[in-house]
């Protein structure tokens, strides 16, 4: 396994440096990044769910004094992520590493052309009312629930924090201010990471190492300066950063073995 060096250091801090700010929890990059180094997928896949949970725990502080995390929407939709979280980690054990990786391929590529092309609400954060939109709009936050279970289970398979999904369901599908859903997202990342992480844990797919003490302090000094420069990024630009950014990902790991 590979011994510390600066390279992989200051990419792991570049990526928890920008990947908060858009809800996301950087596993897009961690996996491959890792991948790349020597460790194998599954146990890239852990290593990255480990980094997000400490992330989300960073940047939880930053936005929710900033009032762009909805609380109610978070306990609404996390449930069922955590769970398909959990359930993603365990049937890892039963899908070949290649699928895995056309699956992140896909998963990623789509995501991002959906929040650089779909229509998006470009509201402000502040005229965002959590009760006026779930009375319009039950029917698609039971669907958004099955949605949130998917983004749990691809997240624990593949070692993301979920946010790639997160972030275009509600905004796309359920009309959630995108500083609002990227906020929401970045504290949900967590959860569903230190979820799929224990499925990891249950088939012997972690394996810890003198690196990850230096890595957990590199994305939580990265993380609270990203967060404080995502709350003040603009809104209206914001979701196309973030669909430019996961279709970058996607084109990288495909040259990536």
Do not use: C
């Not at 990526?15 to 997928?41: C, R, T």
């Not at 900033?66 to 054990?93: D, H, K, M, Q």
Request: aromatic content about 14%; overall charge positive; cysteine-free.
């Amino acid at each position: 396994m590979q011994l510390i060096h600066m390279p992989t250091n200051l990419l792991v801090f570049v990526v928890s440096l920008v990947f908060p700010m858009f809800g996301q929890g950087g596993g897009a990059v961690y996996v491959p990044l890792f991948n790349a180094n020597g460790y194998d997928f599954y146990t890239s896949v852990a290593l990255s769910q480990l980094l997000i949970f400490f992330s989300a725990l960073t940047v939880v502080f930053v936005y929710h004094r900033a009032r762009l995390i909805s609380w109610p929407l978070f306990l609404l939709i996390e449930l069922p992520t955590i769970i398909g979280a959990f359930f993603g980690g365990v049937v890892s054990y039963f899908i070949p590493t290649e699928w895995a990786r056309v699956f992140f391929i896909i998963l990623v590529s789509l995501s991002g052309a959906s929040m650089l092309f779909g229509w998006v609400n470009d509201s402000s954060h502040s005229d965002f009312d959590f009760a006026r939109v779930i009375k319009e709009k039950k029917l698609r936050f039971i669907f958004g629930a099955l949605f949130m279970f998917f983004a749990g289970a691809m997240a624990g398979l593949l070692g993301i924090g979920g946010g790639i999904i997160k972030v275009p369901v509600m905004v796309l599908f359920l009309g959630i201010p995108v500083k609002v859903a990227a906020a929401t997202s970045g504290l949900m990342v967590g959860f569903t990471a230190i979820s799929g992480l224990l499925g990891h844990k249950a088939v012997g797919h972690i394996v810890l190492s003198s690196n990850v003490v230096v890595y957990v302090l590199t994305v939580v000094v990265g993380s609270a300066v990203g967060a404080r420069i995502g709350v003040r990024l603009d809104r209206r630009r914001f979701r196309r950063y973030i669909g430019g950014l996961l279709l970058t990902v996607a084109l990288l790991y495909l040259f990536i073995r």
